[in-house]
Nanobody, 116 residues
Framework: QVQLVESGGGLVQAGGSLRLSCAAS????????MGWYRQAPGNEREFVGV???????NYADSVKGRFTISRDNAKNTVYLQMNSLKPEDTAVYYC??????????WGQGTQVTVSS
């Protein structure tokens, strides 16, 4: 059974940085594409980015150049480094397992709040 536990969220001022973590069990992150989504209040969940099994990354235009996905294979953990945060980045962030394009389960997420 796949379990993904997100952590690292919090309150940060605009222009600041946060690093989110996604500790995985029941799946080997180095052998799978892993993704991040987010959901802002009143909005649908939206794709943030993905890291493939080969280590390639792809991001939504809204975060490109500011967010970076990486992984630590030894810790079986995926990270989302978020820099130059904006108030519109405020959301609950979720880590997802394959199929990344159509996730079929969601963890508890981690809240990120960016103040202006």
């Amino acid at each position: 059974q796949v379990q993904l536990v997100e952590s690292g969220g919090g309150l940060v001022q605009a222009g600041g940085s946060l690093r989110l973590s996604c500790a995985a069990s029941g799946i080997t992150v180095s052998r799978n594409a892993m993704g991040w989504y987010r959901q802002a209040p009143g909005n649908e969940r939206e794709f943030v980015g993905v890291i493939t099994s080969g280590g390639n990354t792809n991001y939504a235009d809204s975060v490109k150049g500011r967010f970076t996905i990486s992984r630590d294979n030894a810790k079986n953990t995926v990270y989302l480094q978020m820099n130059s945060l904006k108030p519109e980045d405020t959301a609950v962030y979720y880590c997802v397992a394959p199929p990344v394009s159509r996730p079929n389960s969601w963890g508890q997420g981690t809240q990120v709040t960016v103040s202006s």
